[in-house]
């Protein structure tokens, strides 16, 4: 979701395109707005969000399991703090066949997000922790696996809870995985608020 128009391209002919296109001038495809990178989500400003809030929800109108918007809405949901919402649209994109490693990634972040973290349960603790171990077994990103580390201290660690790995050595992994400072400041921003 850039907030910049000419980061935005037709898939189709690889024109650039606004932010409000519904077909691309150049070749007439129909254009779905979508980000599978959720720096650019978070990037996005509150009032450019929210322009694609309504873009996902329009074309959802027609296509309502299409995995890929499902997914798009479920990140904007995720970058303006409605948790619950997101979690359910992230869902709906896997159940439709989305199978996507930022997607599991914004489902276990998004379901951590939606309660406050003393109160999550350890059952639900162990569900976020395997969606996760997913998205990191389908692609080992350092922030995926910088983000497990303060899962893990925060669902497990702080509660004296055992669990199979230890904060530690999940966060030397990512730094090892080529995780910068500011991924790992980035991470912990989110997470801790």
């Known amino acids: 979701m850039p907030s910049v128009d000419s980061d935005i391209v037709c898939p189709g002919c690889g024109a650039p395109l606004s932010a409000s296109s519904k077909q691309c001038p150049y070749c007439g495809r129909p254009v779905v707005l979508t980000?599978?990178?959720?720096?650019?989500?978070?990037r996005a400003t509150y009032k450019d969000s929210a322009r694609f809030l309504d873009k996902y929800q329009e074309v959802l109108k027609d296509s309502p399991n299409d995995p890929k918007v499902l997914a798009s809405l479920g990140y904007v949901l995720f970058d303006r703090g409605q948790y619950q919402e997101a979690t359910e649209n992230l869902e709906k994109a896997v159940e439709n066949?989305?199978?996507?490693?930022?997607?599991?990634?914004?489902?276990a972040l998004s379901r951590f997000k939606s309660q406050k973290p003393f109160?999550?349960?350890?059952?639900?603790?162990?569900?976020?922790?395997?969606?996760?171990?997913?998205a990191i077994e389908m692609n080992p990103?350092?922030?995926?696996?910088?983000?497990k580390a303060i899962l893990i201290k925060r669902l497990f660690e702080q509660r004296y809870i055992r669990y199979s790995q230890s904060s530690k050595e999940v966060m030397e992994a990512a730094k090892q995985g080529g995780l910068t400072d500011s991924d790992s400041q980035e991470m912990n921003e989110l997470l801790m608020k």
């Open 35 to 42: 980000s599978l990178n959720f720096k650019q989500v978070r």
């Open 97 to 107: 066949g989305s199978n996507d490693s930022d997607v599991l990634f914004h489902i």
């Open 119 to 134: 109160k999550i349960k350890l059952k639900e603790a162990e569900s976020i922790m395997a969606t996760l171990d997913s």
């Open 141 to 147: 990103h350092p922030q995926y696996l910088c983000a």
